[in-house]
C-alpha cells in the first residue's frame, strides 16, 4: 500500500496520473445531471452506489457546463441519469454522446406524463417536471427500479430507500394541497420569470397568466412587445407578486413591474436548482416547502 502511494504521488507531480488513487471506490457509479435528480438519487440509494452530480448548486439546468474529464466519467458510468426533454442545452452534446457510447441511460422527464407548454408557441414537452412532487414519487420510482438493476448492488437496500423516500414524497404533496387551499381560488394565478411552474399550476389548481421570457428556457428573451403585453395582462388581473427564480437575475422581472404601473413585488423562488448544502434549498423537499411558503405569501399578503 505505501508503495501505491509512493508511486501515485510521484505520477501525480509529474502531471501523469491524474486519476490515480490508493482507495479505488468499487462500488457501482451513477452519474446524475441536475442536482435535482442528483438528491432524488441520492435520498434512493443511500451508501450503495457512488452518484455524482454534474449541475452544482445555484446553477442554471439550461446553461452549466462540464469539463472534458467530468464528460469522461459519463461514459465510465454503470448509470448516467438525465432529465431529458431538452432542458440539459449546456451538456446536450455529451448526452447525446453518453447514448451513442453504449452507457446505460435514463431519461426521467419522458416517462413522467411530461405535459406541453400552455400559452406559448412553444410546443415542445415541457422538461420542468419537478414542480409537482407526484410526478416526482414517479421519477423516484423510475430511477429505484433501475438503480436496482445494476449488477453488484444492494437491491433490497436500493428499494427499502425508494420506498421511503416516496412515503415523504406522498406527506409533502399533502402538505403543499393544504398550504396552497389557503390563497382564495381568483388569486392563484402565477407571473413567473420563464415557463417553469406548468406542471404546479396542473397539480395545484393556478393559472400561469404570464411570463417574463416568453419560453421555457432562460436562453431566450422577451421583446419590447412581450413586456408591454405582459404588463397589461398583469394590470388586468391585479396579481400581487412576480415569482423570479433565485438563480436568474431579477432585472427582467423589475423593468416587467415598472412597465405594469403597479406595486408588484418580486418574489424569488428555488425553482430550477437546489441551493450549497445548509442553504434554504439544499434538498428537493426543502425547496418545494420553501417555494410553497413563498407562494402562498406572495398570493395572500
Not at 508511486?7 to 446524475?32: F, H, K, M, N
Not at 406542471?199 to 419560453?215: C, D
Not at 404601473?261 to 445548509?278: M, N
Request: hydrophobic share 45%; glycine share 8%.
Amino acid at each position: 500500500m505505501r508503495t501505491l502511494i509512493r508511486l501515485c504521488a510521484a505520477l501525480l507531480l509529474l502531471g501523469l496520473a491524474p486519476a490515480c488513487t490508493a482507495t479505488p471506490d468499487d462500488r457501482p457509479e451513477i452519474v446524475v445531471t441536475t442536482n435535482i435528480l442528483g438528491d432524488l438519487t441520492r435520498a434512493i440509494v443511500g451508501d450503495t452506489a457512488a452518484v455524482t452530480v454534474l449541475m452544482p448548486p445555484d446553477a442554471d439546468p439550461h446553461q452549466f457546463a462540464i469539463s472534458a474529464q467530468t464528460a469522461a466519467r459519463i461514459e465510465r458510468a454503470d448509470l448516467f441519469v438525465h432529465n431529458g426533454l431538452g432542458l440539459e442545452e449546456g451538456i446536450r452534446r455529451h448526452v447525446d454522446a453518453a447514448g451513442d457510447a453504449g452507457v446505460t441511460t435514463l431519461a426521467v422527464g419522458e416517462q413522467v406524463d411530461p405535459i406541453r407548454y400552455r400559452g406559448t408557441d412553444d410546443d415542445r414537452p415541457d422538461p420542468h417536471f419537478w414542480t409537482d412532487p407526484a410526478r416526482v414519487r414517479r421519477a423516484v420510482e423510475l430511477i429505484g427500479e433501475r438503480v436496482a438493476a445494476i449488477g453488484g448492488i444492494d437491491a433490497n437496500a436500493v428499494r427499502a430507500g425508494t420506498t421511503r423516500y416516496s412515503a415523504e414524497l406522498e406527506r409533502l404533496d399533502g402538505w403543499m394541497t393544504e398550504r396552497f387551499g389557503t390563497i382564495p381560488a381568483d388569486r392563484r394565478k402565477l407571473v413567473t420569470n420563464h415557463h417553469v411552474f406548468g406542471y404546479l399550476a396542473q397539480r395545484f389548481g393556478f393559472e400561469v397568466i404570464g411570463t417574463v421570457l416568453p419560453s421555457g428556457t432562460t436562453l431566450a428573451s422577451p421583446s419590447a412587445s412581450d413586456l408591454a403585453g405582459l404588463a397589461d395582462t398583469v394590470r388586468a388581473t391585479g396579481v400581487p407578486a412576480v415569482f423570479a427564480d433565485s438563480s436568474q437575475p431579477d432585472r427582467l422581472a423589475r423593468v416587467l413591474a415598472d412597465q405594469a404601473g403597479v406595486h408588484v413585488r418580486i418574489v424569488a423562488l428555488y425553482s430550477e436548482s437546489l441551493t450549497e448544502p445548509g442553504g434554504p434549498a439544499a434538498t428537493y423537499l426543502d425547496m418545494m416547502r420553501a417555494n410553497t411558503e413563498a407562494i402562498v405569501r406572495g398570493l395572500t399578503a
